[in-house]
């Protein structure tokens, strides 16, 4: 019955499923432990418990769930922007951003159900949003205060494709407001706000009459002209026979201008042209079948009046029937894209009801101009082919564009090594097959994390060098437990340490500590202190202390009422003086004179709350008329909701004469736990059965504050014999607590 001194100083397993805990022969196993709530696993392997989080404001209807959606112009300039049934408002350094007194809040057109499906990709100060239901939208800032959301005027595309039908349009003018006329059942009273692709020009439906009549807005394009189809005058117009031989304007002739230069500016594939020319012979509304850059081509066999080479005559694009039109590709009837990205200086758009496989490219560095061409710059539209038609759900962007679709996982790129994308080299192939949810992943360096079709698998989507291709490994498969319930939102955090954060379907924080590079992925829990408090969203910004900020909305049950509240994790670095260490939640900090009764606590009414007073424990009060009245006068008082942070062992397989120490006797008559910067602990063999350990000594008196604390805590072990040989470590006072190590004294009695 030998004692043994065993070490356990690396956490960086996290929390495992209990379906790990007879596999003592993974190394993964000594590096991890039953229970880790409400501690931040540390990438270098000890446990930090989490900060506590302030609250910031509630939610302008408590009634109603809200969306935090996070706006980055840089590292310095970081917003969180609140979104609501039909507005959002903004929040910056730790505040509501305000105008005049009163919260900046902007009218959107997205409801309370639509929040879920929300989608963004930001440039600068301009954030692109798209949801399946709306037309995509872009949130502008001009200033700290003056905020606008419009909708993305999409004035040349992206359009379907060309016509097939003999169904015919015809518009009754070239600028302004025209009527459209079909010569079929064609439109939809969906269609208002649809574009129409008309000869050479886009008009956008702005009244539906009937199903074959619709009035249109011509729209102002790019080069400044408002005409579906542009009329020259003869004083600038010379026919130039492309065939030496023939004495008429024919399909292979050139049309040049009073210099001499090729005239293509308006001239498209599917326009009709008309000659002034009264001859007899005279064919009108021939039909231009193809424009290069030295010939316009007209229908073969037909020409028109027969004129000198060199006359100058009237061409005009008429405005006939023309069965080559072609409609907008977002609609209501359609449906609208549902992921939205920026890759290579392009905006892209995926996924519509009527084409949800289709990629849609903007022109290089015009984010909304989509119209295609052959030119590397112009748009293009990309329908990924594969099996099963699968609905594109998330779109991330990295040296390639990774796509994420209900069935599979894709990446586009351009066919050529290190070659920008253009129309005529666009390429896209799939990786994995295992399916993505409809959450908007997660960039972490050069990997990024999406969560799996039936959101209980986070996957980490990286390139391999061995498989020439992407992989998509399971981040969850040592702590699948902790997921299996269901994920609904995630954010990312930078810095301090990499650390991914996952909403849980029922309020509980799931997250990941996350070094790739370290190989470390470990998983713990944090429980938000207070009744019934549920988390229901999550979101990130860079922070002003090198430290990435982790905003949360916070479902409470305060007085009896339903509450929303918008809270915010504070520092993680609180420095070296106790009396900054913040472990509460939902709460308030007051600074000032020696004070005795401490108000401004109006949102815990009712509530018990625990108080750090001058980097003491106080005893807990309840809050009453949004006040609590101390023991003790303070100048400093930290004021919140208690949380617990705990962590429980495995079962201890070291210390047997004969091997494994698993299902024999064991007694753990000492614990020795190195901490960091600590105040206050409890150890025991539960929950139940804890030891408070001692951190005040004779030289400090009652309700002054005890000086952090880094080094060995050894407590004399109660436990009796038993074959498990789990140790519990908690810390539910407001005060601060990281553990390096743990080193129990085993011994273990072979059978």
């Known amino acids: 019955m030998p004692k043994v001194t065993l070490s356990k100083s690396n956490f960086t397993a996290g929390e495992l499923t209990p379906r790990l805990f007879g596999r003592t022969d993974l190394g993964r196993y000594d590096n991890g432990a039953q229970t880790i709530q409400n501690f931040l696993v540390q990438p270098h392997g000890g446990l930090s418990r989490r900060p506590g989080t302030k609250f910031v404001r509630e939610v302008k209807t408590s009634a109603n769930e809200v969306r935090l959606i996070p706006f980055q112009f840089n590292v310095e300039q970081a917003y969180i922007l609140e979104f609501g049934n039909n507005y959002f408002r903004i929040y910056k350094d730790g505040g509501i951003v305000v105008s005049s007194g009163s919260p900046v809040e902007v009218a959107t057109p997205y409801s309370t159900s639509d929040l879920a499906g929300l989608k963004f990709a930001q440039s600068a100060d301009i954030m692109f949003l798209v949801h399946p239901s709306h037309a995509p939208r872009k949130i502008t800032r001009t200033d700290h205060t003056a905020w606008t959301i419009t909708e993305v005027d999409l004035q040349r595309g992206p359009m379907g494709d060309t016509n097939l039908t003999t169904t015919t349009l015809t518009a009754n003018g070239r600028t302004g407001a025209v009527t459209v006329t079909a010569s079929a059942n064609l439109f939809a009273s969906t269609d208002v706000g649809r574009l129409i692709?008309?000869?050479?020009?886009?008009?956008?439906?702005?009244?539906?009459?009937?199903?074959?009549?619709?009035?249109?807005?011509?729209?102002?394009?790019?080069?400044?002209?408002?005409?579906?189809?542009?009329?020259?005058?003869?004083?600038?117009?010379?026919?130039?026979?492309?065939?030496?031989?023939?004495?008429?304007?024919?399909?292979?002739?050139?049309?040049?201008?009073?210099?001499?230069?090729?005239?293509?500016?308006?001239?498209?594939?599917?326009?009709?042209?008309?000659?002034?020319?009264?001859?007899?012979?005279?064919?009108?509304?021939?039909?231009?079948?193809d424009v290069t850059d030295t010939v316009i081509t007209l229908a073969p066999g037909v020409d028109l009046a027969a004129e000198a080479a060199g006359s100058n005559k009237t061409l005009t694009g008429d405005l006939i029937a023309d069965e080559n039109f072609q409609l907008g590709a977002?609609?209501?009837?359609?449906?609208?894209?549902?992921?939205?990205?920026?890759?290579?200086?392009?905006?892209?758009?995926?996924?519509?009801?009527?084409?949800?496989?289709?990629?849609?490219?903007?022109?290089?560095?015009?984010?909304?101009?989509?119209?295609?061409?052959?030119?590397?710059?112009?748009?293009?539209?990309?329908?990924?082919?594969?099996?099963?038609?699968?609905?594109?759900?998330?779109?991330?962007?990295?040296?390639?564009?990774?796509?994420?679709?209900?069935?599979?996982?894709?990446?586009?790129?351009?066919?050529?090594?290190?070659?920008?994308?253009?129309?005529?080299?666009?390429?896209?192939?799939?990786?994995?097959?295992?399916?993505?949810?409809?959450?908007?992943?997660?960039?972490?360096?050069?990997?990024?994390?999406?969560?799996?079709?039936?959101?209980?698998?986070?996957?980490?989507?990286?390139?391999?060098?061995?498989?020439?291709?992407?992989?998509?490994?399971?981040?969850?498969?040592?702590?699948?437990?902790?997921?299996?319930?269901?994920?609904?939102?995630?954010?990312?955090?930078?810095?301090?340490?990499?650390?991914?954060?996952?909403?849980?379907?029922?309020?509980?924080?799931?997250?990941?500590?996350?070094?790739?590079?370290?190989?470390?992925?470990?998983?713990?829990?944090?429980?938000?202190?207070?009744?019934?408090?549920?988390?229901?969203?999550?979101?990130?910004?860079?922070?002003?202390?090198?430290?990435?900020?982790?905003?949360?909305?916070?479902?409470?049950?305060?007085?009896?009422?339903?509450?929303?509240?918008?809270?915010?994790?504070?520092?993680?670095?609180?420095?070296?003086?106790?009396?900054?260490?913040?472990?509460?939640?939902?709460?308030?900090?007051?600074?000032?004179?020696?004070?005795?009764?401490?108000?401004?606590?109006?949102?815990?009414?009712?509530?018990?709350?625990?108080?750090?007073?001058?980097?003491?424990?106080?005893?807990?009060?309840?809050?009453?008329?949004?006040?609590?009245?101390?023991?003790?006068?303070?100048?400093?008082?930290?004021?919140?909701?208690?949380?617990?942070?705990?962590?429980?062992?495995?079962?201890?397989?070291?210390?047997?004469?004969?091997?494994?120490?698993?299902?024999?006797?064991?007694?753990?008559s000492e614990v020795t736990v190195r901490l960091f910067r600590s105040v206050g602990m409890k150890v025991g063999t539960s929950t139940s059965e804890l030891d408070i350990v001692p951190f005040r000594s004779s030289a400090n008196a009652m309700g002054s504050a005890v000086s952090l604390f880094t080094g060995d805590k050894t407590v004399e072990f109660r436990g009796g014999f038993d074959e498990d040989a789990t140790i519990v470590i908690q810390q539910d006072q407001p005060l601060p607590m990281t553990i390096l190590a743990i080193f129990p004294t085993v011994s273990v009695f072979d059978k």
């Open 330 to 668: 977002f609609s209501s009837t359609t449906g609208f894209p549902r992921a939205v990205a920026f890759y290579e200086q392009r905006l892209v758009f995926g996924g519509t009801a009527s084409q949800p496989q289709t990629l849609f490219f903007s022109q290089g560095g015009d984010f909304e101009n989509f119209e295609r061409g052959t030119d590397a710059d112009d748009g293009l539209i990309y329908t990924i082919g594969s099996n099963e038609v699968n609905v594109i759900r998330y779109l991330a962007s990295g040296k390639n564009l990774l796509v994420g679709t209900s069935g599979g996982e894709f990446v586009v790129r351009a066919s050529g090594f290190d070659e920008p994308l253009k129309p005529d080299n666009t390429q896209i192939k799939q990786q994995t097959t295992y399916g993505s949810a409809d959450i908007q992943p997660m960039q972490v360096g050069n990997a990024t994390l999406f969560l799996q079709r039936a959101k209980r698998k986070l996957r980490e989507l990286v390139f391999s060098n061995e498989s020439d291709s992407f992989v998509a490994p399971d981040m969850t498969i040592l702590a699948e437990h902790i997921t299996e319930g269901g994920i609904k939102e995630f954010a990312y955090q930078q810095e301090p340490d990499s650390v991914a954060w996952t909403v849980r379907n029922d309020g509980v924080l799931a997250c990941m500590t996350y070094r790739r590079e370290e190989q470390v992925v470990a998983w713990h829990r944090h429980i938000i202190g207070g009744t019934s408090a549920v988390v229901e969203n999550v979101a990130t910004i860079p922070g002003d202390l090198d430290e990435d900020q982790v905003w949360l909305v916070v479902k409470r049950t305060i007085n009896g009422a339903t509450k929303r509240y918008v809270e915010v994790m504070t520092g993680f670095d609180f420095g070296s003086d106790v009396t900054d260490a913040f472990f509460v939640d939902s709460g308030l900090t007051y600074s000032g004179s020696a004070a005795t009764t401490i108000s401004g606590l109006d949102h815990l009414e009712g509530e018990t709350v625990s108080i750090l007073a001058d980097g003491a424990a106080h005893p807990d009060k309840v809050v009453s008329s949004g006040a609590v009245t101390l023991d003790r006068s303070a100048t400093k008082a930290h004021i919140g909701l208690a949380f617990t942070s705990k962590v429980e062992t495995l079962r201890v397989d070291q210390g047997s004469a004969t091997g494994s120490a698993q299902g024999k006797t064991k007694r753990i």
């Open 197 to 289: 692709k008309l000869h050479h020009g886009f008009a956008k439906i702005t009244i539906f009459t009937n199903a074959t009549t619709v009035t249109a807005a011509v729209q102002e394009l790019q080069d400044g002209r408002t005409e579906l189809a542009p009329e020259y005058t003869a004083s600038t117009i010379s026919f130039h026979e492309g065939d030496p031989d023939s004495t008429g304007l024919e399909h292979n002739d050139r049309i040049e201008d009073s210099d001499g230069n090729f005239v293509v500016q308006g001239f498209q594939k599917g326009m009709r042209i008309t000659s002034s020319s009264t001859s007899s012979n005279n064919k009108s509304a021939m039909l231009i079948v």
